[in-house]
C-alpha cells in the first residue's frame, strides 16, 4: 500500500473519531460541559412546563432534544437562552450562570427560533450590518459566504422573502459569527432537501471544529443522522438522554425471511433471538431483540432463500418513548 | 450603548419621527400666523364669551383676570390638544416598541439573542426616543419662527421664554413616555400598553380641564400631568418653573427606572 493511500486512511480514520469521541463516556469526561441544566424547572402560575430537567451536553456534541408538542423544549432552549428566568433549577453556559452572564455568554451563541420572526424592513446586507456592529465585527463577507452556499439573494426585504428565505436569512444569522454554541429550534423547518441536507453537512462540519450543537427537531431521521446524542422530553421531564448509537443497539432490527417452502415457515420454531410478529405463507416478519452474529449463524443452516436485515429503526423507540405520554394521559 | 441597536431603532423610528416632527412645526407656525394675524379680533369677538375664556382658562391652566394680551394668545399654542396629542403620540409610539412591541410582532427572541444586556437595549431605546422628542420639540420651536417670519408687524416672540417653555414642555413629554415604557415593560401587548397609557394622559388632560372648571376637583389637580405645565406662567413671568420641571423629571426617571428594572428580571419571550 502506498504512502499517499495510508496517509489517507488515517486522515478518514480520525476524521471518523474526531466525530464520535463525544460519544465515549471516559472521552467525555475530558472534554468541557458547554451547558449543564441542574434540577431545572419552570411553572406559569399552576402550569409546570418543566420539571427537574438535569442535562449536559459536551463540547463538540450535535445534541437532538426531542420531544412531542408541549413537552418543553421551546421552555428549555429560552431558559438556555435567558429568556426565561428558571422558577428553580439553574442552567450553565461555558460553566457561568445563563440568567446572570448572558450577554457575554451570548458573544458565543448563535440561536435559530422555531418561530422565526425578523424586522420586515431588513435585507440580508442590512441584517448582516446591524448584526455586526451589535456584535462589534465586520460579518458582511462571511455572511455572503454562507448566503451563497444556502442560494439566498441579497436585495430582498424580509417582507417579501417566502418563509424558506426567512429561514435560511435566520440560519446565516445564527451561523455568521462561528459561534461556539449554536442553538437550533427545528432548523430545517422550511428548508428543502437539499438545503436539509447542506445543513447537516455543515453542523457536522461545526461540530468537528469543536462547535457544540444543540438542537430540536420533529424529523426523526434527521436526528438519527446528525446527532450524537438525544435527549428526550416528555410533559415536561426528561425521560431519556443517551447516545444515537445506544438508542439503535436497542431499536431492534426487523429481520424478513423467505423459506424455501411453506410447510418449513409453518413448523420450524423462532430462535429465542426472533420476535415473530407476521408469519404469511412462505415469509416471516420478526424483530432481532439478540446479536446479529446469532442469527447468521442459526440462519446459516436453514433452508432459507432469503434474508433481509433492516437497519434499526429508531423511529420506533422515539415513538415508543411519545406513546408511553398518550397512554398514560 | 450599542451602535447595532441604535442603528435599528433610528431606522424603525425615523419616519415617525419625522412626521411628527413636520406635523408639529406646520401646526405651530399655522398658529403663530393665525394668532398674530387675528389676535384682536379673536379677543374683541370671541373671547369676551364666557363659553371660550372657560375653555382658554382650561387650557392654560391659570386665571386672566380679564387681561387678555399677546402672551395669554400666544401661550395658548404651546398648550394646544393637537400639539400635545402629536407629542404624546410620538412618546407613545417610541416608548411601546420595546419590549410590547418587539413581542407582539415575534421579533424580541432575535432581539435578546444578541450580546447585549437587557438594560442595553433599554438604554438605547431612551437615547433613540429622546432625540426624537428633542427634535420634535425642535420643530415646533422652528415652526413658530416660520409662523413670525411671514408677519411683519408682529412683535417678535422672546426666544429665551420659548426655551423655558420648550424645556418644561419636553419634561411633560418624557413623563409620558417613561410612563409608556414602564406599561410597555410589564406587558406582552402593545395595542394594549398604547391603550393604556392613551387612557391615562387622556384623564390627565380632563382633569386639568375640570379642575378648572369644577371648584371640588381642584384638590385632585396635581394628579395630571398637566399640572405641572403651565405656559402661559413662563411666558408671562420669564421664570424658569423649576418646581414643576423637578416633580417632571422625577417621574420621568422612576417610571424610567422601574420600567427597566421589570424589563431586565422579566420573562421576554414570543407569545
Redesign the interface.
Known sequence: MGTLARVMIHAVTCLFFANRIATIPVARKFLMNVIVAENLTKRYGRHTALRRLNLSVTEGTVFGFLGPNGAGKTTTIRLILALLRPTAGSVALFGKDAWQCGPNLRQELGYLPGDLRLYSWMTLRRCLQIVGQTRGRNLLAAGFELAEALSLEDGVSVRNMSRGMRQKLGLILALVHKPKLLVLDEPTSALDPLMQRWLNRHLRARAADGATVFFSSHTLSEVEELCDRVAIVRAGELVAEESVDTLRQRAGRQVNLRWHEQTQAESIPAPPFLRLDERAGRNWSCMLTGPVSDLIQWAAGKPLDDLIVNPPDLEAVFRNYYEQERDAE | M????I??SL??TLWVTLLCGTAVMVFEAFLAYIFNTFEWDLAEQWLQSDFFQSIIKSLLGTEFNGQIGLGAIGSIAWVHPVLLALLWAHAITICTRVPAGEID??????L??????RW?IYLCETIVWLTGGLLAIAMALLGCKIGHLFISSAEPPEWGRLLMVSANLFLLYSAVGGLALLISSLSDRRGRSVAVVFAVVLVSFFLNFLTQLWEPARSLSFLGVLHYYRPYIILRDGIWPWRDISVLACATVALWTTGGIIFS??????V
Not at chain 2, 450599542?2 to 441597536?5: A, I, K, M, V
Not at chain 2, 410582532?105 to 432575535?110: E, L, S, Y
Not at chain 2, 435578546?112 to 444586556?117: A, D, E, Y
Request: with cysteine; aromatic share 0%.
Open positions: 450599542n451602535l447595532g441597536l442603528h435599528k431606522r424603525e410582532r415575534g421579533t424580541i427572541d432575535v435578546l439573542s444578541l450580546p447585549v444586556s442595553r428580571r422579566r420573562d421576554v419571550c414570543t
